[in-house]
């Protein structure tokens, strides 16, 4: 029973901030890594961050220093600030389970996806 339930996606303006949420179910959250990913028309998805179970953090160097990828394991939920938003940020986003604590073993299970539209 294993899911991923982005939320949080919206249109908004460039420029806007936007919090996306995925919450997490089915497993341990607290020792898999997890990450975002984003897929705008057109192209392929792509990485966009992660966070590893102790909390360290991977960006894509388009989106370092507007967005903050973040968890909290009391509820199971990781998080995705998008501050300075611009009209390439247009995508739907996706939440990923990545490495899990002590393997190198990544589930690679995917949420449904949450669509972020930047236009004025």
């Known amino acids: 029973q294993v899911q991923l339930v982005e939320s949080g996606g919206t249109l908004v303006q460039p420029g806007g901030s936007l919090r996306l949420s995925c919450a997490a179910s089915?497993?341990?959250?607290?020792?898999?890594?997890m990450g975002w990913y984003r897929q705008a028309p057109g192209k392929q998805r792509e990485l966009v961050a992660t966070?590893?179970?102790?909390?360290?953090?991977n960006y894509a160097d388009s989106v370092k220093g507007r967005f903050t990828i973040s968890r909290d394991n009391a509820k199971s939920t990781v998080y995705l600030q998008m501050n300075s938003l611009k009209f390439e940020d247009t995508a739907v986003y996706y939440c990923?389970?990545?490495?899990?604590?002590?393997?190198?073993?990544?589930?690679?299970?995917w949420g449904q996806g949450t669509r972020v539209t930047v236009s004025s």
């Open positions: 966070i590893s179970s102790g909390g360290s953090t």
């Open positions: 990923k389970r990545e490495a899990i604590l002590g393997t190198g073993y990544a589930p690679g299970f």
């Open positions: 089915g497993f341990v959250f607290r020792i898999n890594g």
